[in-house]
């Protein structure tokens, strides 16, 4: 469904009633409230979560991709959805299963400026090194949302291209032509980002804050005041594919990292950090060889 009106240019408060009367906008996926419901009993196990998810078997094979990716972290390879439950358990399958059958819900294809397989590749890309980011700065406990706020803090990308295609190619084509950034494009059109356009969805989703911050605040995450942490390291996961050109997308064109990311992540000192991010060039660029489509 495009948008009811067939101004070029809208204001926040425009873009943000037709996403109110959007009729068909996404709910949450059938799959992810089955493996929710199957966690919150007390019968659950890994032959019944393999039975549920196996039904899907696109997306079984991004799971199996996701979990042999070299910044997942796991020291044997995955070729069974049934083995890759067993190793990684059934909490961390679930995460998996929920930020892909997010994304996967809005999903969009034949919009100007917009290659799925290339946000997907950026998506993965982020949440597997966010997650890997979470748990060697010992926030172990944060490392599956952050899995999840990176495989979606660019949501908003693809619920603009599906619902706004017009402003969208037009955001796109100012960049290109008028060398406007991505942001003050998507304000000149839409009088919002597509931070707050994710924001939208996710509030509507009812995701967890920690999830709605990282949606809504991933390119400038000091204003995330609530729940901080996560934001800021999907913030440094999506800052470093800019920095290494690698699954970098043109949205994030520009994006550097905030000075504050020193301070909220404990590192010692500016310097720690930067060495902190070099160490991961040779990962992403082996995470991002390893995405095959």
């Known amino acids: 469904m495009e948008n009811e009106t067939d101004s070029l240019v809208l204001t926040g408060e425009e873009t943000f009633n037709i996403l109110l009367s959007i009729k068909d ?20 196990n890994t032959v019944k979560l393999s039975s549920i998810v196996g039904k899907d078997h696109g997306l079984t ?78 926030f172990f406990d944060l490392s599956g949302d952050a899995f ?15 619902y706004f295609p017009k402003q969208y190619s037009k955001i796109v084509e100012s960049v290109a032509k008028d060398g406007l950034n991505f942001k003050d494009a998507e304000e000149k059109y839409l009088g919002l980002t597509h931070q707050e356009i994710g924001g939208f969805i996710s509030r509507r989703w009812n995701l967890p804050p920690h999830l709605i911050n990282s949606l809504m605040f991933h390119h400038n995450p000091y204003g995330a005041m609530d729940s901080p942490v996560v934001p800021y390291i999907v913030h440094v996961a999506d800052c470093m594919t800019q920095k290494f050109k690698i699954a970098d997308v043109h949205w994030d064109e520009g994006l550097e990292f905030d000075k504050s990311v020193v301070n909220v992540l404990k590192f010692e000192n500016e310097e720690k950090f930067i060495d902190f991010v070099e160490d991961y060039k040779v990962r992403f660029e082996e995470t991002a060889n390893s995405i095959v489509f």
């Not at 799959?31 to 019968?43: D, G, W």
């Open 61 to 138: 094979t991004k799971i199996l991709m996701v979990a042999n990716s070299p910044l997942y972290g796991l020291q044997r390879k995955v070729s069974s959805l049934e083995f890759a439950i067993m190793l990684l358990g059934v909490n961390e399958v679930s995460n998996i299963v929920t930020a892909l059958s997010l994304a996967e819900t809005i999903k969009v294809d034949n919009v100007k400026g917009l290659n799925f397989m290339e946000f997907w590749k950026h998506s993965m890309l982020v949440g597997t090194a966010a997650k890997d980011i979470a748990k060697r700065l010992g």
């Open 148 to 162: 999840v706020g990176g495989m979606l803090h660019d949501l908003g990308i693809q619920l603009t291209a599906r």
């Open 25 to 44: 906008l996404p709910s949450i996926p059938k799959i992810m409230l089955e493996v929710q419901a199957l966690l919150r009993s007390e019968s659950h």
